[in-house]
T-cell receptor, first 112, second 118 residues
């Protein structure tokens, strides 16, 4: 069964600190992996998308890594800001299919 | 572009009533997706359309749920009759895709409709 597991479930960090969110998946055959940011009361917004041939991709202070061999991804946030407080969702797609498999997200709170 | 537009943003109704959620995708996009999000289950795909045709509705929970896309700029998700367990946030998303490269294209989400069934 295709699954995406994220850890931790929630995280509190101080403004200015770095943090790393984890994503493990069992989706096969793998096509691509996306990280979405979802602010409270809003729809998810794409941060990065990586295919199996990419092992890192950055979007400003967000850097995603992918290890297709171990089926793990991480999202690193550098110099966190209050506006980074949100839910971060890992999403994996299966090659040849249109549907996406979603993780349940990590709720990040950046505290002043 | 205004992005994906959903209405209403909030809906409170009583059990047994019919609920209709509406979505206007981004102009030029040819795929539309309906999702449901709850704390327990996260985001779940209910149904998606490609070129106005339903491709996969295996995520629709039961016959009480139905979705239509009469044209490229409008879709509805209907629940009849509604039940308290249908309470969730319902998202519509759209993308520009072809079936060959379906799994790669980025989906743009609307702001969601928060449904509460009493």
């Amino acid at each position: 069964k295709n699954q995406v597991e994220q850890s931790p479930q929630s995280l509190i960090i101080l403004e200015g600190k770095n943090c790393t969110l984890q994503c493990n998946y069992t989706v096969s055959p793998f096509s691509n992996l996306r990280w979405y940011k979802q602010d409270t009361g809003r729809g998810p917004v794409s941060l990065t998308i990586m295919t199996f041939s990419e092992n890192t991709k950055s979007n400003g202070r967000y850097t995603a890594t992918l290890d297709a061999d171990t089926k793990q991804s991480s999202l690193h946030i550098t110099a966190s800001q209050l506006s980074d407080s949100a839910s971060y969702i890992c999403v994996v797609s299966v090659r040849g299919y249109s549907t996406l498999t979603f993780g349940k997200g990590t709720m990040l709170l950046v505290s002043p | 572009d205004a992005g994906v537009i959903q209405s209403p943003r909030h809906e409170v109704t009583e059990m047994g009533q019919e609920v209709t959620l509406r979505c206007k995708p981004i102009s030029g996009h040819n795929s539309l997706f309906w999702y449901r999000q709850t704390m327990m289950r996260g985001l779940e795909l209910l149904i998606y359309f490609n070129n106005n045709v339903p491709i996969d509705d295996s995520g629709m929970p039961e016959d009480r749920f139905s979705a239509k896309m009469p044209n490229a700029s409008f879709s509805t998700l209907k629940i009849q009759p509604s039940e308290p367990r249908d309470s969730a946030v319902y998202f519509c998303a759209s993308s520009l895709t072809s079936l060959e490269a379906f799994s790669y294209n980025e989906q743009f989400f609307g702001p969601g409709t928060r449904l509460t069934v009493l």
